[in-house]
């Protein structure tokens, strides 16, 4: 909000709901399950799907959770679950105020305890202050699990055998130890007094649901109790967002999917977009929403509505988006002066802005904020940037690193991001190397194996 903002917050929006963990910990299942059980309780269409996220409201989480969410304690709408889990680096997706997701599920696999992506996951949220809750996931294998979807998780757990709790401590204390190396306070979440300091964790099921009314409650209770300030908006006045995709649609053109976490967007709106090389000013053609399921026909997958107001996920199709990045802010215009909104989205980018150096790597991220975690895990280890940009790695990005005289400059590094075909060609006639992972440390690592082995043939 800038110091002119005199408007009067008149509407609480639902907070903002990111799910991540490492690969194969049950993000995906975790959300299905949320969503199956929203469609199962609660009357037809109390979900509304929206682009890259779903809205569960109040009283279908107070039908999923019983006893444990009692509407009436509550003023906020409900949760905007992000539902991009694949797409990790979402996470570091920004809001004016600093992450996009106001409240963050860490989902750990019992079995397998914390895992790189895990520790990347729980990278992000402690330098973007997000707080969250752990997702004790697949309670269900524990052998001898004796299962009851209808208590709360912690009454569940303490009917459990006692050769049963014994094997799921080890696991969950694990968790609690690993959260502890990290520097930080946590416990069964039953025994959390105050989930501002303490982090919780909530054994849950994505199989069989156990644990998921738990899971909503409490972050229905953490948001409700220590971010509803944040959660109050000008719901009529300019919308404002942050890119999480940019994507060509037939019919449509380039589009970004956007998340609104204030006012509206409507379909006659003048939109400021951060692009490549500086802002976008253009109007949008068109707000589009995901069809109901069954509705969707393959080549209309979308429909055409005059307005959104956050908190929301919708598609924007408006010309000119072409240098659009994933991570970078939307603005709408309206009754504001244009040169104001489009100086507070270059002050928005400059904020992000990656320090680069006359020599050093070439670095290529899917997000703006990826691209901001990857430098600054470049910088703790002392590798100098020449160029970081979003998007796929591209010829240019080819051309760019051939010019460097040193091996080790030669080089690409990429999170979550493709190498265009025609790019890996140029890059072995040039003799450029190319490092790419969905995990910041994994690049890096495998890197500085290069340099060092560079570094010993020279000697
Ligand atoms: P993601 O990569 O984190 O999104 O993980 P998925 O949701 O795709 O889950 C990975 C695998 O674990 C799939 O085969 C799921 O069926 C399985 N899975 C997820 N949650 C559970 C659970 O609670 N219990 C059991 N038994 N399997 C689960």
Redesign the pocket.
Known sequence: MSDTDTRDPTSLRTPIVAVL??????????L?KIRGSAVIEGEAGAITQHIGATAVPLDVISEIAGELVDPDDFDLPGLLFIDT??HHSFTTLRSRGGALADIAIL?V?VNDGFQPQTLEALDILKRSQTPFIVAA?????VPGWNPNEDSPINATYDAQSDRVRQTLDTSLYEIIGNLSDEGLSADLYWRVQNFQRNIGVVP?????GEGVPDLLAVMMGLSQRYMKEEMEIDVAGPGVGTVLEVKEEKGFGTTIDTVLYDGTIRADDELVVGGMNEPIVTDVRAILQPRPLAEIRTENRFEKVDSVSAAAGVKVAAPDLADAMAGAPVRVVRNRDRQEVIGEVEAELADIAVDTADNGVVVKADTLGSLEAMADALEEAEVPIVRAEVGDIAPRDISVASTADEHKERTILGFNVDVLSDAEQRAEIDDVRLFTDDVIYQVIDEYETFVEEMERAQQ
């Not at 996931?137 to 294998?141: A, E, R, V």
């Open positions: 963990g490492h690969v194969d910990h049950g993000k995906t299942s975790l299905d889990p694949g989902v696999d996931n697949k309670i269900d294998t849950v099921s994505a199989m069989t």
